[in-house]
T-cell receptor, first 113, second 109 residues
Framework: DVKVTQSSRYLVKRTGEKVFLECVQD?????MFWYRQDPGLGLRLIYF???????EKGDIPEGYSVSREKKERFSLILESASTNQTSMYLC????????????FGPGTRLTVT | GIQVEQSPPDLILQEGANSTLRCNFS?????LQWFHQNPWGQLINLFY???GTKQNGRLSATTVATERYSLLYISSSQTTDSGVYFC???????????FGTGTRLTIIP
């Protein structure tokens, strides 16, 4: 079974803080994704990584950066958290061969006060 | 980019009822997936179904790629089926999925 884990289930941070969200997958997947989910908007892609040290902007990358130093780990960084970044953050992974089925972590609900 | 529309946005059913959820998309796709998000937020992949029909227990899905829609069928609903169902698609050469806004299903005992 594919397992995708995220470092925190719930997180509360203050405006202006630097925030790190970590995601780890154990299936040797090449592709990893960060999404945010907001009511009525579905899932929106923030960043995508297709290999170590490789990244590509998604639909809403402003205010975020990412890091992928190891294949199994993909980090989302909020350089200076703002209240409009309060959201549910979901990490996913998929392999590059075959069907690209996406497997999701449990999510991190971030509140910025 | 590709547009994905799901209907209905909300569905409330009695336990034991059957339901059909629809996903329309605006362009040709080579990747279509259905997900279930449970009340605790976990997204589970139900089907990878860019075309054809698949069944898994009480759930089945059909995609008619030429007409740009997919249907998810849930039979004999149980309370554990409650949650949000998402359809997501990608077109050729694109590894990034575009998600619909989901159908919220509530099953009442």
């Amino acid at each position: 079974d594919v397992k995708v884990t995220q470092s925190s289930r719930y997180l509360v941070k203050r405006t202006g803080e630097k925030v790190f969200l970590e995601c780890v997958q154990d299936m040797d997947h090449e592709n990893m994704f960060w999404y945010r989910q907001d009511p009525g908007l579905g899932l929106r892609l923030i960043y995508f990584s297709y290999d170590v040290k490789m990244k590509e902007k998604g639909d809403i990358p402003e205010g975020y950066s990412v890091s992928r130093e190891k294949k199994e780990r993909f980090s989302l960084i909020l350089e200076s958290a703002s209240t409009n970044q309060t959201s549910m953050y979901l990490c996913a992974s998929t392999d590059r061969e075959g069907r690209y089925e996406q497997y999701f972590g449990p999510g991190t609900r971030l509140t910025v006060t | 980019g590709i547009q994905v529309e799901q209907s209905p946005p909300d569905l409330i059913l009695q336990e034991g009822a059957n339901s059909t959820l629809r996903c329309n998309f605006s362009d040709s796709v080579n990747n279509l997936q259905w997900f279930h998000q449970n009340p605790w937020g976990q997204l589970i992949n139900l089907f990878y179904i860019p075309s054809g029909t698949k069944q898994n227990g009480r759930l089945s899905a059909t995609t008619v790629a030429t007409e740009r829609y997919s249907l998810l069928y849930i039979s004999s609903s149980q309370t554990t089926d409650s949650g949000v169902y998402f359809c997501a698609v990608a077109n050729f050469g694109n590894e990034k999925l575009t998600f619909g806004t989901g159908t919220r299903l509530t099953i009442i005992p």
